[in-house]
C-alpha cells in the first residue's frame, strides 16, 4: 500500500512570500489532515476534511492560510503571506474512519518549511 | 479540555539499556484513545500503538511494552534492550470523542548510545 505522499520536501522562502503544500492520502482514505510541527513541539491540527468538507479548522489561522481538497482526493495547504513564525513542518495524514480513532492515522513524511 | 503531558524532553541512554517514556493526559470523557507514535530523523510519525479507554491490559510487542492505567492517567512505554535505531522523537496522543481531533504531546527525544 503506498504511504500518504506530500511535496515538496522542503522549501525556504522569504517572509510574505507565498508557498503552497501539497498531499495526496492512501486512496480510500476519506479522512485528511494537515497539521503543523513547529520545532520541539508536537503536531498541531490544523484541518480536517471529510471527502471534500471541512470537519475542523478552527486551528486554522484563516486570515493567511488557506485549504482545499478538490473531489475528495488530493489536498493543497496555502500560506499567502509567510510569516517567520510559519517555519514549521507541515504534515499530512490520513484515516480510513471518520476520525482516525479506530483505524489510526498515516502521515506523510512532510514538508519543512523555513521563512527568512 | 484535552492534554497530553510527556514532562521527559529528552533520555540518553546506553544500547541494551531499558528506557520508560512517560505520558500522562487528561479528559473528561469517558471513551478515549490513546497513541504512541515514534519520529525518525527523517520526519515521518510511525504508529506504534492505540489503546482505548476501555481496555487497560498491558500490551507487549517484541522490546515494545506498554503501560496503561487509568487511576493515574499514565501510558507509558518501555522500551527493553534499546538500540541505536530506537533513536527518535516519541509522541504520546490522546484522541477524544468530544474534542473530535487527535492532540499530541510535546514529545520525548530519546537518544540511544553505543
Known amino acids: 500500500e503506498a504511504g500518504v505522499a506530500q511535496s515538496p520536501r522542503y522549501k525556504i522562502i522569504e517572509k510574505r512570500q507565498s508557498v503552497a503544500f501539497w498531499c495526496n492520502p492512501i486512496?480510500?482514505?476519506?479522512?485528511l489532515y494537515w497539521y503543523q510541527q513547529i520545532l520541539g513541539q508536537g503536531p498541531k491540527l490544523l484541518i480536517q476534511?471529510?471527502?471534500?468538507?471541512?470537519?475542523?479548522d478552527s486551528q486554522l489561522p484563516k486570515d493567511r492560510f488557506s485549504a482545499e481538497r478538490l473531489k475528495g482526493v488530493d489536498s493543497t495547504l496555502k500560506i499567502q503571506p509567510a510569516k517567520l513564525e510559519d517555519s514549521a513542518v507541515y504534515l499530512c495524514a490520513s484515516s480510513l474512519d471518520r476520525a482516525g480513532e479506530v483505524y489510526g492515522y498515516t502521515f506523510g513524511s512532510g514538508t519543512r518549511l523555513t521563512v527568512v | 479540555a484535552q492534554k497530553v503531558t510527556q514532562a521527559q524532553t529528552e533520555i540518553s541512554v546506553v544500547e541494551k539499556e531499558d528506557v520508560t517514556l512517560d505520558c500522562v493526559y487528561e479528559t473528561r470523557d469517558t471513551t478515549y484513545y490513546l497513541f504512541w507514535y515514534k519520529q525518525p530523523p527523517s520526519g515521518e510519525l510511525v504508529f506504534l500503538i492505540r489503546r482505548n479507554s476501555f481496555d487497560e491490559q498491558n500490551e507487549i510487542s517484541g522490546r515494545y511494552s506498554w503501560n496503561f492505567q487509568k487511576s493515574t492517567s499514565s501510558f507509558n512505554f518501555t522500551i527493553t534492550a534499546s538500540q541505536v535505531v530506537d533513536s527518535a522523537v516519541y509522541f504520546c496522543a490522546l484522541f477524544t470523542g468530544g474534542g473530535n481531533k487527535l492532540t499530541f504531546g510535546t514529545g520525548t527525544q530519546l537518544k540511544v548510545e553505543l
Open positions: 486512496s480510500g482514505h476519506a479522512t
Open positions: 476534511f471529510q471527502n471534500n468538507g471541512v470537519v475542523d
